[in-house]
């Protein structure tokens, strides 16, 4: 079970690693080709949204793992 819950914690740091910006790629200074600039505008999400969209994320795989540790199916 501990591999399990191991895994499963490399996985989602992996994922969430991989969806931050990268701000050392980005551009936007004035000396950057034009056409590797992004001519769209985008923002960082908030802490709040991380909370909300985490606080889902937990609701949602709770009762699967609570599946995998008790070794029964979910009513």
């Given at each position: 079970?501990?591999r399990?819950a191991?895994a499963?914690?490399?996985?989602?740091?992996?994922?969430?690693?991989?969806?931050t910006?990268?701000?050392?790629?980005r551009?936007g200074?004035?000396?950057d080709?034009?056409?590797?600039?992004?001519?769209r505008?985008?923002?960082a999400?908030?802490?709040?949204?991380w909370?909300?969209m985490?606080?889902?994320a937990?609701?949602?795989v709770?009762?699967?793992?609570?599946?995998?540790v008790l070794?029964r199916?979910m009513k």
């Amino acid at each position: 079970m501990r591999r399990i819950a191991t895994a499963a914690i490399l996985i989602i740091a992996t994922v969430i690693g991989a969806l931050t910006p990268a701000f050392g790629q980005r551009g936007g200074g004035g000396n950057d080709i034009p056409s590797l600039v992004s001519t769209r505008s985008s923002t960082a999400m908030t802490p709040l949204g991380w909370y909300a969209m985490g606080s889902v994320a937990c609701a949602a795989v709770a009762p699967m793992i609570g599946t995998v540790v008790l070794g029964r199916e979910m009513k």
